[in-house]
Structure formats: structure tokens, C-alpha cells
């Protein structure tokens, strides 16, 4: 879409003649140049890591995140961090660093014309061209976006530990994300929205259209960030701007035509390119753009859902393990610990879930990762979304199994890491934080000290455990370089069971004491209706 001029006339029967595009005035050309300079600086990557991981794709084995990833960026130019002069600016720092680099940059250019007492900028054109770089922007980076809603990945249906999670554990932003994933249909509808505004800004014609859906369904976004301290305001304020930014032309048009009740035609202004080279390469873009982030996108986004969903874990877990239970017997170092609701050692109910997690409850305080659990880990360690935003005493540990042996090789999902937004939940107690084993004479704690503690032959294998169509040059090449000797708590534990009734777990915890816990499984049952869209094969 273009530049647009409108023609109001008392009478609609009149013959209308489309009035010629207006002369730019001086202030307009003053406040373009400042605005053609932010917008390119906020619509074109502008770091070495986006250029350099779009060179290492390979475009023949692709992962959904590798086209995530280009269509996701950071906008902006930033010297000053999170902060200008001392003030926490909630990451809109680069914008208003941008802001005046360009509002420099719109002076000098001024000035520069001035000089030269000429002007050769055809405002139309560049005005134009402008447009397009800010709807190819907004309408790839927000089809990106709806893809994880459409395919109900983003805010994924809660695990058993979490549903188990008492109410009054949960930060707002998780259960924002939760109230969400439980009703599945509402995210598709939400994605449907994101990908029907992204797809009308491909287009000039319904770019308006594209426009206010995106700034309508983008803002409801923002303002629920703010809310429930979702972490993605910057990001989502960001398609907001870009929408403003394709509206702000058309806005006394449309108050014309909706408010005034008055007949509007709309002048539009386009570029001559009737040259044949121009069409076909016009046609050549438009149509692998299309191609490639609406068909193809949609194909490794389906994929993604229905093997390797990237906020829970992708491989199976124990068949015979999976469920709730409760903790029958518990002992430390050989001492019977008694059930008793304000004990700090004993696990009060543990899970199994149907993926390669355990958790299970204590009564003391754990530290919370205040982040959403996103990214894009391939190791199904660094998936965080079941521990992100619970608190509550809940333990969530990942596991390899040696089925042959009946050995669980645990470590903790909880990280320390400011990135994370890592914070004490509550005062008191070690929360589950770094301590890792020391040396032990037992031969299990010994082996969990060294880089190779888990068996080669059972962790080596995690990155082909999923179904084949998942796999990808991106998720071999983080397990290539993957370790296993990360500082986190580690618990080495081997099972017993007949058949998934009672499992009965001895070994070595994370604090280098012996354990032997007997666990029943029960049937809970839950008030909310279980998910028929659940992601994932298990």
C-alpha cells in the first residue's frame, strides 16, 4: 500500500474526479526522513548472530526455529543496556536509542539538502518502499508468532506435577500461560488471528486490514504482559508499533468514512514496475515468501507439535513409571522419616509424567525460574516450562533410564542463571540450589561426580529418540557439542516394580545422602477436562 489521498464530497451522485497526491511540506519531509531512518533500523537485523545463523542453515534438513529465528529478531540500536542514565526503561532502551540516532540522522539529512538547495528524493517512493519493508516485517515476524498458537505449542497443556501444584505456588504470568493452555481451541483461535493479520500485510490491497488486526490483537498482548509480568512486552509492543506506523496515513481517511459518514475514494500511489524484469522478480519474492513462511512453515510447525513440542520434553518416558503416587515410606541414611505435612526432608507426593520427568514435593522453599520456559533448547534438560513460574516446594528433575539395570540418572531442571530471572521463593532452607555432590566412598556418588557419571550408551542416544520426521541439523548439532557435566544437582537412583503399581527407589540424592523411597501409585482424578489436543507422541 501507498501513500493515500482522499476526496469528501456533500453529495455522492456527483461525478468524482481522484484528486493528485499532495506536495510533501517541509515539516512532513523533516518528520519522514526521522521516521524512514528509525523503522529501517527497527525492521533490519542489525547483529552478527542473525546473520550468522541464517548462514548456517541447512535448507535441507530445517527445524521450525530455524525459520522462528528469521523471522524473530531483536529491533533497534542499543549502547546502553537495559538502562539510559541510570533508568530502568523495561527493555525499550534501544528503541529511544534508535529514536535519537534517527532524529539526528533526519536533521543532518535535512541539512544536507539545505545545502545542496536541490532535492532528488522522490518522498512518494521512498514512502513507499518503506511500507513494504515495515509490512514484510511485521507480516513474516507475526506469522512466525501465530504458527506456536495455531499449532498449540506456545502455552502447552499443563503437565501432571503442575496440575498437582497448588494455586497459590504459581506466579501470575504462569497461570496466565495455563489458563491458556487448558483451553487449546482458544490459542488456535488467537493464532488464527496472528497469521490472518500477518498473510493481509503481504499484500498491498488489504494492508489496512492486516493493520488493525495486528495493532488490535498485538495491543491486547502487550497490556496482558504488563499485567501478569509476561516477560514478552518489548516484543509484542513492537507489532503494535509497526501496525501504528502502517495506519497513521489512513486514520483521517477512515475517521471520514466511519465517523463523518463522508464518501472517500482513496488515491493510491505506486512505483512503476511494468518492466518485465520487475514484475517477474516482484512475482519471484512474493511468491517465495509465501511459500516459505506460510506452506513450509506450517508443515515444520505441525511437526514440531506432533513429535518435539519445544516446551516439553520430546522423548518418551518409562512406560511402567509414568502417574501420580504417594510417598508410603520415605528414609534418609536408613532413618524411617514418618508422613508428616511440615517435615523439610521427606517428599510429600512424587510424578512420573509420560515424558523423561520426576517430580516430586518437599516442604521448604525452592528459588523460581521467573522466565516463560521458552527458547529453543534441543536437549530435553534445558526445557524448562514445567519448572518456570512454580514454586511450592516442587522438585523437577530430568532423567535418562538404563531399563536394563533399572538405574535413573536425575538432574536438576532448575538452573541458576540471572538470564532466567532466578529468584528465593520464601526465606529459609537451601531451596535446591548449588549443591552438588561431593566425594563419596559409595560408588554410586563417586561416579556422579565425573564429566562421564551418566553411561554413554544410555544418554547418547537421546537425540534420536524421537520420531524421524523431527529431526533436524539443528538438534544434531547441539547434541554433538551437548555435555553431560553441568554443575546441577544430581540424583542417581535405581527402581524396582512389578508393574507400575509400587515403585520402590534406593540410591543417592542430590545432597549425597542414601534414600529408599516406596511410592503408590493413585488415580486422581481432576475437575478439568483433559486436553484433546495435547502435543506430542509418548
Aim: aromatic residues 14%.
Amino acid at each position: 500500500m501507498s501513500v493515500i489521498e482522499t476526496l469528501h464530497v456533500k453529495d455522492t451522485r456527483e461525478a468524482i474526479t481522484p484528486a493528485p497526491v499532495d506536495a510533501w511540506k517541509s515539516w512532513h519531509k523533516v518528520l519522514f526522513r526521522i521516521a524512514f531512518i528509525f523503522f529501517v533500523a527497527i525492521c533490519i537485523p542489525n547483529s552478527a548472530e542473525w546473520y550468522k545463523l541464517v548462514l548456517n542453515i541447512d535448507w535441507t534438513h530445517l527445524h521450525y526455529r530455524d525459520l522462528y529465528d528469521i523471522a524473530r529478531f531483536g529491533s533497534g540500536i542499543n549502547f546502553f543496556g537495559d538502562t539510559i542514565f541510570g533508568s530502568n526503561l523495561l527493555g525499550y532502551a534501544n528503541w529511544i536509542t534508535t529514536a535519537i540516532i534517527a532524529i539526528a540522522g533526519g536533521f543532518i539529512w535535512t541539512a544536507i539538502v539545505r545545502w545542496r538547495k536541490t532535492e532528488r528524493e522522490e518522498y512518494n517512493t521512498l514512502y513507499y518502499w518503506l511500507r513494504v519493508i515495515v509490512r514484510y516485517r511485521a507480516g513474516i515476524g507475526i506469522i512466525g508468532f501465530g504458527f506456536t498458537k495455531l499449532l498449540p505449542v506456545q502455552m502447552p497443556y499443563p503437565s501432571l506435577g503442575i496440575l498437582n501444584t497448588n494455586f497459590g505456588d504459581l506466579t501470575a504470568q504462569k497461570i496466565y500461560w495455563l489458563s491458556v493452555g487448558i483451553v487449546p481451541w482458544y490459542q488456535i483461535f488467537a493464532g488464527v488471528v496472528e497469521i490472518t493479520a500477518g498473510s493481509l500485510l503481504l499484500f498491498r490491497k488489504t494492508t489496512t486490514l492486516g493493520a488493525i488486526l495486528l495493532f488490535a490483537a498485538l495491543g491486547d498482548i502487550v497490556y496482558v504482559n504488563f499485567a501478569y509480568d509476561g516477560g514478552v512486552h518489548v516484543y509484542s509492543s513492537y507489532f503494535v508499533l509497526l501496525a501504528a506506523f502502517l495506519l497513521i496515513n489512513d486514520l483521517p481517511k477512515l475517521y471520514n468514512l466511519l465517523i463523518l459518514e463522508r464518501y472517500t475514494v482513496p488515491v493510491n500511489f505506486y512505483p512503476d514496475l511494468s518492466a518485465r524484469w520487475k514484475k517477474y522478480t516482484r512475482f519471484t519474492l512474493k511468491a517465495a515468501t509465501l511459500a516459505i513462511f506460510l506452506g513450509w512453515f506450517f508443515y515444520l510447525q505441525l511437526i514440531n507439535f506432533l513429535y518435539d513440542p519445544y516446551k516439553q520434553p520430546s522423548v518418551a518416558g518409562e512406560k511402567e513409571l509414568r502417574g501420580n503416587f504417594t510417598v508410603t515410606e520415605f528414609r534418609l541414611n536408613n532413618q524411617v522419616i514418618p508422613y508428616s505435612p511440615s517435615d523439610s526432608l521427606r517428599w510429600q507426593e512424587a510424578t512420573f509424567e509420560d515424558w523423561t520427568t520426576f517430580t516430586f514435593r518437599v516442604n521448604r522453599p525452592v528459588q523460581l525460574d521467573l522466565s516463560n520456559g521458552g527458547g529453543d533448547p534441543q536437549k530435553d534438560l534445558n526445557r524448562t516450562f514445567e519448572v518456570a513460574g512454580v514454586g511450592g516446594g516442587q522438585r523437577v528433575f530430568h532423567y535418562y533410564a538404563d531399563p536394563k539395570n533399572h538405574v535413573l540418572y536425575l538432574q536438576d531442571k532448575f538452573k541458576a542463571n540471572p538470564e532466567r530471572r532466578n529468584r528465593a521463593a520464601g526465606v529459609g532452607g537451601d531451596g535446591g540450589t548449588a549443591r552438588n555432590l561431593k566425594a563419596d566412598s559409595s560408588t554410586a556418588a563417586t561416579a556422579a561426580l565425573t564429566e562421564n557419571w551418566i553411561p554413554k550408551e544410555v544418554w547418547q542416544d537421546e537425540v534420536n529418540r524421537i520420531d524421524e520426521r523431527a529431526s533436524s541439523t539443528r538438534r544434531d548439532r547441539e547434541f554433538a557439542t551437548a555435555k553431560n557435566n553441568e554443575k546441577r544437582n544430581r540424583m542417581i537412583l535405581q527402581y524396582d516394580t512389578k508393574d507400575g503399581n509400587r515403585v520402590i527407589l534406593r540410591g543417592i540424592n542430590e545432597n549425597k545422602d542414601s534414600i529408599y523411597v516406596v511410592l503408590d501409585k493413585v488415580q486422581r482424578k481432576y475437575v478439568l477436562s483433559e486436553s484433546s489436543l495435547k502435543a506430542g507422541k509418548y
